[in-house]
T-cell receptor, first 115, second 113 residues
Framework: AQKITQTQPGMFVQEKEAVTLDCTYDTSDPSYGLFWYKQPSSGEMIFLIYQGSYDQQNATEGRYSLNFQKARKSANLVISASQLGDSAMYFCAMRVQRGYQKVTFGTGTKLQVIP | DAGVTQSPTHLIKTRGQQVTLRCSPKSGHDTVSWYQQALGQGPQFIFQYYEEEERQRGNFPDRFSGHQFPNYSSELNVNALLLGDSALYLC????????????FGEGSRLTVL
């Protein structure tokens, strides 16, 4: 079974500062993918970034980067130069890459960007 | 290119009633997954449909059932509604065999009174 743990229920960050959202995962499968999604108050889940378990380099997408530490089973999201529009819930998720596999989500972190 | 569309966006039901939620996947996608997201929680996997068959199921009772049509659209049915079924129901689509991200709709917010 797969498990995602997000230990920060809520975070505050000053506008234009960087923030790190923590995520640890557990799986016995060697092949898996890790994801981060943003969920504004409207409810839609917005895909941010993806990291495959065999990827050698950390994934980056614009202001988002994923700090992937395989030995520690962590996949932290780093948001640089925070903007007011970054205020939302953030979910870490994973999927093993075999068969008809579901995506498992963590409990989320609520990020609030302060002007 | 149309994304994932869900209907209705909001609905209110009473205990014991039945509800049907609908989802049209993103163009080109053939796999639909349904998730339940209770207030303040992460999405919980209900089931996944591919080739009109349920391929995997999460820990949900038989009151939750689904269907996928030849055009890949899908329905989620919940019978004998309970207060605890109040949640945001999210539909996600993907292409079978693709191990990247799921694409989500905006969800159907169900309130059970």
């Amino acid at each position: 079974a797969q498990k995602i743990t997000q230990t920060q229920p809520g975070m505050f960050v000053q506008e234009k500062e960087a923030v790190t959202l923590d995520c640890t995962y557990d799986t016995s499968d060697p092949s898996y993918g890790l994801f981060w999604y943003k969920q504004p108050s409207s409810g839609e889940m917005i895909f941010l970034i993806y990291q495959g378990s065999y990827d050698q380099q950390n994934a980056t997408e614009g202001r988002y980067s994923l700090n992937f530490q395989k030995a520690r089973k962590s996949a932290n999201l780093v948001i640089s130069a925070s903007q007011l529009g970054d205020s939302a819930m953030y979910f870490c998720a994973m999927r093993v890459q075999r068969g008809y596999q579901k995506v498992t989500f963590g409990t989320g972190t609520k990020l609030q960007v302060i002007p | 290119d149309a994304g994932v569309t869900q209907s209705p966006t909001h609905l209110i039901k009473t205990r014991g009633q039945q509800v049907t939620l609908r989802c049209s996947p993103k163009s080109g996608h053939d796999t639909v997954s349904w998730y339940q997201q209770a207030l303040g929680q992460g999405p919980q996997f209900i089931f996944q449909y591919y080739e009109e068959e349920e391929r995997q199921r999460g820990n949900f009772p038989d009151r939750f059932s689904g269907h996928q049509f030849p055009n890949y659209s899908s329905e989620l049915n919940v019978n004998a509604l309970l207060l605890g079924d109040s949640a945001l129901y999210l539909c996600a689509s993907s292409l079978q065999g693709y191990t990247g991200e799921l694409f989500f709709g905006e969800g159907s917010r169900l309130t059970v009174l």
